[in-house]
């Protein structure tokens, strides 16, 4: 079983700044993709960026692209969410997510896009608790 804690979030104003904290703990063999999902009011889960065992950057949405940076330190199982001049429409609950992928960055690239309804969210089974982020205007 694997466990995922989230932490950091809450409400700032746009163009601030907010980080997010995700630690892995369980069974940690340290052999599976780890990233965000977000979800705004009525809208459906998106990926904002995903990062594979090896801490190669697998995916990050073109709308946080240059404003969100994706971390992890693999020996403490730990991925951040370093998200800078924020904005309105970044608001949502952000998710903490992963699963047991083979190591490399291809083999986190392929288990993203292996669906094809484009929900890349369905495929990871281990999820955190969620943290609501608010940017105002």
Do not use: H
């Amino acid at each position: 079983q694997v466990q995922l804690v989230q932490s950091g979030g809450g409400s700032v104003q746009a163009g601030g700044s907010l980080r997010l904290s995700c630690a892995a703990s369980g069974y940690t063999a340290s052999m599976y993709c780890m990233g965000w999902f977000r979800q705004a009011p009525g809208k459906e889960r998106e990926a904002v960026a995903v990062i594979s065992a090896g801490r190669g950057i697998a995916y990050t949405a073109d709308s946080v692209q240059g404003r969100f940076t994706l971390s992890r330190d693999k020996a403490k199982n730990t991925v951040w969410l370093q998200m800078n001049n924020l904005k309105p429409e970044d608001t949502a609950m952000y998710y903490c997510a992963a699963d047991f992928v083979g190591g490399s960055w291809s083999d986190c690239v392929n288990f993203l896009n292996s669906r094809a309804d484009g929900r890349p969210d369905r495929n990871f089974g281990y999820w955190g608790q969620g943290t609501q982020v608010t940017v105002s205007s």
